[in-house]
């Protein structure tokens, strides 16, 4: 066949055997060599490997049963990219009828450049924090320890249990560097995440994220301290009670620890909504004024079919003249 052939026969009704989508012109020109057209999806690939190994038969029934559940398992996720484009849809109508009350209440701000922001709220409740808890926790603390006591520096370090190694440290430098540089940005930042009072802690749980890398980084910078002073140390941070459904390090008043003895993971981490304004910033510099709109849901549960997500403060961080 001439390509100018192939090129013809190829056309909108080249549609893979398995989930009906079009397939591409590279998957299409394999069609004489598989003996059969089928997208570059794994799964749809996976089906369709099995047609010369089966009987015909055979091979109608496995055909049949794998696109039922193929096309089953797409709508799922269509439905579910749809809720969250949805969500994101209202919320941001609602973020912009926000902006314009307060524009019409506040006429001054019109020339402004403001960036408007949406930050969750972290957990609240706080609750006495149980002895099985702190037995995790210590366990937890000491397995860490020990075994970053075997490496001679926190370079070479690699944990396979948050998949951190060093490198994730130069994530905390670059955003040290820029805050070093960027004053004004650092205390906007930090305003947000205190408004926001640690929406992304909840997924700390009993470990904090804290890792080899950060007890071998801990100890490289406190040489006289033994592995047992680093953990009579971390546990004497301990509160009696935490926020429910949290971090064990996240209380009312924060997180526990200071900054040198958190993970990587918890220094170097912002959400998106902090992210993008980040670049906004150092795009239009500091004359970005900050709307946030707060939300009730967690960094975590934005698109929980139960949670309402509805707004509960709305904050316009370095204007003045705001009553
Ligand atoms: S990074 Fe985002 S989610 Fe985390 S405390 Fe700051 S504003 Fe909240
Ligand atoms: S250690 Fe602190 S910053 Fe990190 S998840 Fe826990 S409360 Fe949040
Ligand atoms: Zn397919």
Known sequence: MTDKTIRTQFSSQSKCEVCDCQVNY???????????????????????????????????????????????????DAAAIKYREDIELKESLENQKILQSILSENPHLVAKNIHTLTIPSGLSRSIPITEERLEIYSKHLKSIISKAACFADAAKVTDEIFEQNYENHDRVLKVEQ?????????????????LCKGGCCPVGGDHAYLSVVTMRCYLDTHPDLSEQDVLDLYLSKISTKSIAGA????????????REMRSDVCNGFYCAPLKSYHKEYLIKGEKTEVLA???????????????????????????????
């Open 293 to 323: 709109i707060q939300r009730s849901h967690t960094h975590w549960n934005r698109f929980d079919p139960d949670e309402e997500n509805e707004v509960v403060n709305v904050v316009l961080l370095g204007d003045k003249k705001l009553s």
């Open 247 to 258: 971090c064990i390090n996240q209380t009312r008043e924060g997180c526990v620890l200071p």
């Open 178 to 194: 820029l805050f070093a540089n960027q004053p004004l940005l650092k205390s906007m930042s930090n305003q947000l995440c205190a």
């Open 26 to 76: 590279s998957d299409f020109l394999l069609y004489e060599k598989r003996g059969y057209l089928v997208c570059s999806s794994y799964d749809c690939k996976a089906v369709m490997s099995q047609k010369n190994k089966l009987s015909p038969a055979l091979f109608a029934f496995h055909l049949d049963r794998n696109k039922k559940i193929i096309h089953e398992r797409r709508a799922k």
